[in-house]
């Protein structure tokens, strides 16, 4: 698999982000005013990934705080890892 790692810091207002080929991590808090630029590179990531993974994936999502507009930026990244082949089989998803 070509997708390569991608690990973001937390900070105050973002969360700590691991995404390598079978493990997705985002946990602490997300309050944002414009998260467009913090997760646009982990759509990017999801968008890849979803198209080359072939395999087992665990996903977790864990916020202290969410914020309404990073909200909006998870859901769009959990549509894409709703697009791996034989999801239902191959992803596990935990949310906290």
Request: no cysteine; proline share 6%.
């Amino acid at each position: 698999m070509s997708v390569n790692n991608l690990i973001l810091e937390p900070t105050k207002k973002t969360p700590w982000v691991i995404l390598r080929p079978g493990k997705v991590v985002i946990l602490g808090r997300s309050i944002l005013e414009n998260p467009a630029d913090f997760y646009r590179p982990v759509h990017e990531w999801a968008l890849k990934y979803s198209t080359e993974s072939e395999s087992m994936t665990t996903i977790q999502f864990g916020f202290e705080f969410i914020n309404t507009t990073s909200i909006k930026w998870i859901y769009a990244i959990i549509k894409e890892f709703a697009k791996i082949p034989k999801m239902a089989d191959r992803v596990k998803m935990s949310w906290f």
